[in-house]
C-alpha cells in the first residue's frame, strides 16, 4: 500500500537545486516560501484607532451603573438605566473588541429599569392606596 500522494501529479519538489560550481544561483531557484513568521506591527494611528473604540461601551457601563444606583432609591434611574441601554446597543455593532464594556452597561441598564418598574409597582399598588384612603 502507498503513502498518499506519493505518485500523485500534484507532488512538487519545494527544494532548489545546489548552486552550479563557481557561479551563481538563478533568480528562479531563489524564490522560496516564507520560512518564518514574521508578526505584524500595529502603527501609532492603528493603535489610537483601535483603543479609541471603547468610549460608547465606558459610557453605557457609566450610565448602567448610575442608573442602577438610582433604581434602587426610586424611579429616578429610569431614564439613565434607558441611555445606558441604547448606549449599549450602539456599541455592540460598533466597537467589537469591548464585549465585556457594552454587556456590562447592558445588563446593569436593563436592572436599573427593572427596578424602576418595580418601584412603579409599589408605588401604585401601595403608596396611592393609602393616599386616598386618608382622603
Do not use: K
Request: aromatic content about 8%.
Amino acid at each position: 500500500m502507498s503513502t498518499p500522494h506519493q505518485n500523485s501529479d500534484t507532488h512538487r519538489d519545494y527544494t532548489r537545486d545546489p548552486a552550479p560550481p563557481g557561479g551563481q544561483l538563478s533568480w528562479e531557484s531563489t524564490v522560496t516560501a516564507p520560512t518564518e513568521f514574521v508578526p505584524y506591527t500595529y502603527t501609532e494611528a492603528e493603535v489610537r484607532r483601535i483603543t479609541g473604540r471603547r468610549r460608547l461601551s465606558v459610557a453605557s457601563v457609566v450610565c448602567g451603573f448610575i442608573g442602577l444606583a438610582l433604581g434602587v432609591l426610586g424611579v429616578f434611574g429610569l431614564p439613565v438605566a434607558l441611555v445606558a441601554i441604547v448606549l449599549a446597543l450602539i456599541a455592540r455593532t460598533t466597537e467589537h473588541r469591548a464585549r465585556a464594556l457594552w454587556s456590562s452597561g447592558l445588563a446593569s441598564g436593563i436592572v436599573g429599569i427593572l427596578l424602576a418598574a418595580g418601584w412603579f409597582v409599589y408605588i401604585s399598588q401601595t403608596v396611592l392606596p393609602l393616599l386616598e384612603a386618608d382622603r
